[in-house]
């Protein structure tokens, strides 16, 4: 599966954005999705995941109630509605897929920005 990214833009601190992720390839419904990010001179930190069937969710603490994943598998679309952001929100965001049953992320996207002003 190939993934792409985009919605990354710059957002004033307690605004909005949301991210897409368009999956094209083998069956999107096979795959878990994730969102991840990487800010400057820090490692690249998990943010959200949602299930093959969009009913399980995992989040991150510093995103948790903020943040929401979604997906539309007649799109072939991921999403990450981003609300209430902060400057430390601010960060190069990766959609990354794994297959049903593997234990890896082991398809990635390229990363689109957000950068979030105070």
């Known amino acids: 599966v190939q993934l792409q990214a985009s919605g990354g833009g710059l957002v004033q601190a307690g605004g909005s954005l949301r991210l897409s992720c368009a999956a094209s390839?083998?069956?999107?419904?096979?795959?878990?999705m994730a969102w991840f990010r990487q800010a400057p001179g820090k490692e690249r930190e998990f943010v959200a995941s949602i299930d093959w069937g969009g009913v399980g969710t995992n989040y991150a603490d510093s995103v948790k109630g903020r943040f929401t994943v979604s997906r539309d598998n007649a799109k072939n679309t991921g999403y990450l509605q981003m609300d209430s952001v902060t400057p430390e929100d601010t960060a190069v965001y990766y959609c990354?897929?794994?297959?049903?049953?593997?234990?890896?992320?082991?398809?990635w996207g390229q990363g689109t920005q957000v950068t979030v002003s105070s």
């Open positions: 390839g083998r069956a999107f419904r096979s795959y878990s």
């Open positions: 990354a897929a794994q297959l049903v049953g593997d234990g890896n992320w082991g398809y």
